[in-house]
């Protein structure tokens, strides 16, 4: 179901990418770029019951398959600030992180030669990793899950500004989700 509603997210927004652009300003577009986002995240629900802000940066590639549609890939490492919680029999302190690894896809839905808005869907794997310290002891566990972002942006020249939805766990939607804002800039253009 889950998996059902992400490949119905793709298919909404690279449809319009098949759609005629006559008549539409093309501006100039590289077809490899190589950028690094900063990243702050907002966990909700009960990840955001156990976890703090977190705090990131992600490398990022786009290859430009035509002006408005491309190809994405990031990688990247979200800290969290640690978090007092109670575990019924004392409290703890919880810190967890997150290394995704994504692959999708980005649409711009209004272009000029120097800025756009855009949509954009990520999929891929996430390496969660959780840690509690109490009274001395400390416990921690990781696993790796299907993730995913569905976000939109705006560029103007190598700036990039996004807000995102974010799952570290496809199959715990209602559980794992914060909201993500990045600030990216584009290094170079290969």
Not at 178 to 183: E, I, K, P, Q
Request: net charge negative; glycine share 14%; hydrophobic share 45%.
């Amino acid at each position: 179901m889950r998996t059902t509603l992400a490949l119905a997210t793709l298919t909404v927004v690279t449809t319009p990418a098949l759609a005629d652009t006559a008549g539409e300003p093309t501006p100039a577009v590289h077809a490899k770029t190589l950028g690094v986002d900063g990243a702050i995240a907002m966990p909700t629900g009960a990840w955001g019951d156990a976890s703090g802000v977190g705090i990131g940066a992600l490398g990022r590639f786009e290859y430009a398959l035509q002006p408005k549609l491309a190809i994405t890939a990031r990688l990247g490492f979200v800290q969290h600030l640690s978090k007092e919680v109670d575990l019924g029999f004392g409290t703890a302190d919880s810190s967890t992180s997150e290394i995704p690894v994504f692959g999708g896809v980005r649409y711009a839905f209004s272009q000029s030669a120097t800025s756009s808005i855009y949509g954009a869907a990520e999929l891929g794997f996430v390496v969660y990793r959780v840690s509690l310290d109490s009274d001395g002891m400390s416990k921690t566990g990781s696993d790796t899950n299907l993730g995913m972002s569905l976000g939109a942006g705006y560029r103007t020249g190598k700036l990039d500004l996004r807000g995102a939805l974010f799952f570290p766990d496809a199959g715990e939607v209602d559980d794992a989700m914060a909201v993500m804002a990045t600030v990216g800039y584009d290094l170079t253009a290969l």
